[in-house]
Structure formats: structure tokens, C-alpha cells
């Protein structure tokens, strides 16, 4: 297993290029279920978990190929041979389950595993089934598997979400593409990634209102064609590498970055003297001062504070100048970087879904332990001031979100390297 070695205290300056979103192509890639036509996807972003899509696709009988090295995907789905996702693929990726509205659209039924829980939390399908299953779809827990099938098809219907589920929702929105007649889905996730998504459903020929609104109205087709889709900029990317100047000193030009997608983010940097410049081609960003202010950060549904920006904002608020109350909403066990930043000298106290964070001049170096993919990179953040060396070990869980993040930030000064594991 890899580690990534960094030593504090440099900081940084440049232009680092922010990839297409990882959550984007991770529901992009399945639409290939719905059509029988090629489906094109430029900006991919290049990660260890578009790969398991990938492989997970394959096996349901998709060919995947891929040029212009990882960044366009070419999905055609033109006979498929099973409707099986395996337990095998889908424990190692929750975002496998996007595969069964698509399924479930285009064969009638779909055997897909339970994820199974994850570093952060349960992961439970409740909205995801009880969504379906008011289109029409019969669904039964059996062996660890959700075994799916419809009766003629799934058919349009209101469908409310007890909570705006990301997943649920984009399940829900590419298996209605082809239902028959009108289904309004209420309640629904807001977030960039559903609005990629029925952008380019739309492309295919989706007829669809309402994306980016808690109510999305979706009238169903008979078939989809091809398309070719640029994906997303990835606001957890970019938020994440704002990030990097404000805690290492310098500044960053995020290319590709912009505003619309990271707003209520930028709020909270504004408050602790964060100054966030729009430029021609993305965001400018250094931090007026030399220390940041403490803020109190809630994690909300889009267009509140992501929770996937949660660890790394937690990394900034360690060096800030006074106490932030930091509260998770959105999973029940999202701060176990908090224990491995205090090995490096941070003062945090949790209690339950509420993390108060004392700043401090400055932490010290340590070996740390990657637990999941944001928890990781929220190490490697507070590395970057650090004094010594921070080794962060497990870096596999940030291969899955990150694109050579040792490449791109030692491109601005950082000094930074992955070291081979066996
Ligand atoms: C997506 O996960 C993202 N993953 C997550 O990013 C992100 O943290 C999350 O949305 C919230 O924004 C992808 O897009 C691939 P949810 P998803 O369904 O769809 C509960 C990252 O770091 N819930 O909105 O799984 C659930 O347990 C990852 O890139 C149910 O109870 O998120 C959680 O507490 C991590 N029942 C909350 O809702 C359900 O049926 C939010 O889940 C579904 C969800």
C-alpha cells in the first residue's frame, strides 16, 4: 500500500487544473444502461473508482473503452447479458447501486448487492427502494441482494423522498427517462451532480423539468440515442484545493473553478479572511492575514455546506485563531480524521455529530492513518503546515477521489511525495 510523505512549511503558488467530478461520472456512466446508442463522456475525471465502474459495467455486458489518457470514456451498451452487480464490486463502491434504476428501466429487473456499510456510516437503500417500489418495482432483500423486478414496466408516479438521498434521486431520475408517463419526484437532491446528469439525459432525449430544484418532473420516453457529455468540474476537488493556500500560505489559481459551485463553502471562507478572487479561467485564493478565523461550519443538503468539504475544512480550522463548532448532518460517523489530527497536536473535542475545534499556531508532523477518501486529503492538508513530516498511510482511499494529488500539489511548491508500498 502507498503512503504519501509531506513535509510542512512551503508554501504555495501556481495554477492547479481541477479535474471533471468523481459523484458527475459516477452516475454519468451508468446512463449507458439506458440506451442501445454510444455514450460518450469527456473530462472524466482519471480514479481508482471510475476504473470499478467501469469493471462493473463490463460485467454486465457494456463495453468501456477509454482515450485522450482516461479523460474520454466511450460506454456502448448495445446487448447486455446480465443484471447482476456483485457483491464483490459493489462492497468496495456504494455508488454500484446507481446501476439499478438504470437496470430496472431498460431489462425489468436487476439483482444489485447491499453495499454494506462503509467507513462513514450504514449506507441503508430505504429511499432508494421505497422510491422505486412507487414506480412499480417489486424489490425483496434476499442473501445480502435487493432482487428487483417490474410487471410491464415501471410506470411514472409521484415519488416523495423522505430525504433528498443523492443517490435516490439520480436513481430515480434516470429509471423514470423511460417509464411510462409523468413521474414528479419531490423532495429531491439539489446538488451540481443530479444537474449534470439530466443535462445530459436531456441530450439523449430525456424529457425533464426541474433539475436543481427540489422538485424534478420527469415524462417518460420510449428510448434514449446516443450523446456525447462533458462532465462536470468537481466542486469537492476544487474546494479542496482552495483549501491548500489558506493552510500552506501562498496562492492558488484552482483552474476551472467556479463560484456557483462552491457557494456556500465560499461563505465561510470569506468569514475567516479567506479572499476568493473570480479570474478568467477559475478562482483565485489566498488568505488575507496569517492566521484564518475560527468559523462554526453545519453540514446541509445542496446548497448548504458539503459534507464531503467537512475533514478538509476541519484541517483549516485546526490552525485558526479561536473555536469553530463543526457539525455533521449528513452521516453519522464522518470524523475520524479528527483523532489523527489531534496525533498531530490538534485540539478537537466530538461528541456524537458535533466536533469543537480549538485552533492552534501550529501541529507537528506525525504518522497518520487514512480512513476514508476526504478524511484523507484533510491530512495531507494539515501536513502541508505541519512542522516536520506527516506520513499518510492507506492512500489507496484517496486514489479513489483524487487524481495524483501529489502531482498537483507539489506543481505549487508543496513538498510532497508518494512512497510504493509492496
Ligand atoms: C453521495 O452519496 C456522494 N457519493 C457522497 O460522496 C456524498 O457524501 C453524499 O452524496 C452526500 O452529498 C456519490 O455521489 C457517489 P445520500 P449518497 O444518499 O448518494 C442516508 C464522497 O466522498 N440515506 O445523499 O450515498 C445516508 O446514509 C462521497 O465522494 C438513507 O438513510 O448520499 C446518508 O446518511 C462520500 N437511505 C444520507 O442519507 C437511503 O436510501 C445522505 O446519503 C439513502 C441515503
Redesign the pocket.
Known sequence: MDSILVKGGSALSGEIEIAGA??AA??LMPVTLLSDEPLTLTNSPRLSDIKTMSALLKSLGTEVSSMQDGKTIVLSSHGLNSTHADYEIVRKM??SNLVLGPLLAREGHATVSLPGGCA?????????ITALEAMGAEIELKDGYLHAKTNGGLKGNLVPLR?A????TENVLMAATLAKGTTVIENA?R?P?IVDLARCLKAMGAQIEGEGTSRIEIQGVDRLHGATHRVVTDR?ELGTYMLAPVIAGGEVECLGGKLELVQSFVEKLDASGVSVEETARGLKVKLNGDRPKAVDVVTEVFPGF???LQAQMMAMLCFADGTSVLEEK???NRFMHAPELMRMGAKIDVHGGTATVTGVETLKGAPVMATD??ASVSLILAGLAAEGETLVNRVYHLDR?YERVEEKLGAVGAKIERIKGE
Do not use: Q, W, Y
Not at 120 to 128: K, N, Q, S, V, Y
Open positions: 468523481k459523484n459516477l452516475t456504494r455508488a462513514i456510516g450504514a449506507r441503508p437503500m430505504d429511499i432508494h430525504f438521498s443523492v443517490g435516490a437532491a446538488e451532480e469537492i458539503p459534507t464531503d449528513i452521516f453519522e477518501l476526504r477521489g
